[in-house]
């Protein structure tokens, strides 16, 4: 924001002198947080305060790591900016950490990163169907921002119970350690055919 005074340009009336005010306001908010979904409490708070909630499935850290997961939220992190006079919630988790979500928003099975819009009070929501990309993703925005796009009603009618899972550490992911298996006390016998 400015520190600088600004002349008013607006109409005479309290409506139009409020509505100048909320404008200015919603110009210098602060671009919503990207939240990593890790508890019901994360999916409540996004979805149920706001009007629309959008989350990303991202790819597990094994199949994308740091820099890759990072660059997909700071995509996000953007388009927050973009579109933070609309008052959404900006969601995101690993894919497979909720499997339930995934289900009732069909994610899941043909690929990740994945995006879906939900509409709580409606029950509703909207997946991405272009690239998983800066354009793309704002296409489908902008899409659902004027009320185009096709919806789909949320299985079971019901945000799903949500796992909890740990926070990410921000750091790249790690094989786990394959334990040596000793091989010496097996006899591995030429003349043993299969």
């Known amino acids: 924001g400015s520190d600088e005074a600004e002349e008013y340009d607006g109409g005479r009336s309290a409506n139009d002198i409020i509505k100048w005010a909320e404008e200015k306001f919603a110009d210098n908010m602060p671009a919503p947080e990207?939240?990593?979904?890790?508890?019901?409490?994360?999916?409540?708070?996004?979805?149920?305060n706001?009007?629309?909630?959008?989350?990303?499935?991202?790819?597990?850290?094994l199949d994308c790591q740091s820099s890759c997961r990072n660059s997909f939220i700071d995509d996000m992190t953007k388009l927050g900016d973009k579109y933070k006079k609309k008052?959404?919630?900006?969601?995101?988790?690993?894919?497979?950490?909720q499997p339930d979500l995934?289900?009732?928003?069909?994610v899941g099975g043909f690929g990740y990163p994945a995006m879906v819009v939900v509409s709580k009070k409606k029950m509703k929501y909207s997946i991405l169907t272009g690239s998983f990309s800066m354009d793309g993703i704002n296409e489908f925005l902008r899409d659902l921002s004027?009320?185009?796009?096709?919806?789909?009603?949320?299985?079971?009618?019901?945000?799903?119970k949500i796992a909890k899972v740990e926070a990410w550490d921000g750091k790249d992911?790690?094989?786990?350690e394959e334990e040596d298996i000793d091989l010496s006390d097996v006899?591995?016998?030429?003349?043993?055919e299969l």
């Open 146 to 160: 004027y009320g185009k796009g096709r919806t789909s009603p949320v299985r079971g009618a019901a945000l799903p």
């Open 173 to 176: 992911g790690e094989l786990p």
């Open 50 to 61: 706001h009007p629309l909630c959008v989350i990303a499935f991202l790819p597990h850290i």
């Open 87 to 97: 008052d959404w919630g900006w969601l995101w988790t690993e894919a497979m950490a």
């Open 102 to 106: 995934e289900a009732s928003v069909d």
């Open 34 to 48: 990207i939240k990593q979904l890790l508890s019901s409490k994360d999916l409540d708070e996004a979805c149920g």
């Open 187 to 192: 006899d591995l016998d030429d003349k043993d």
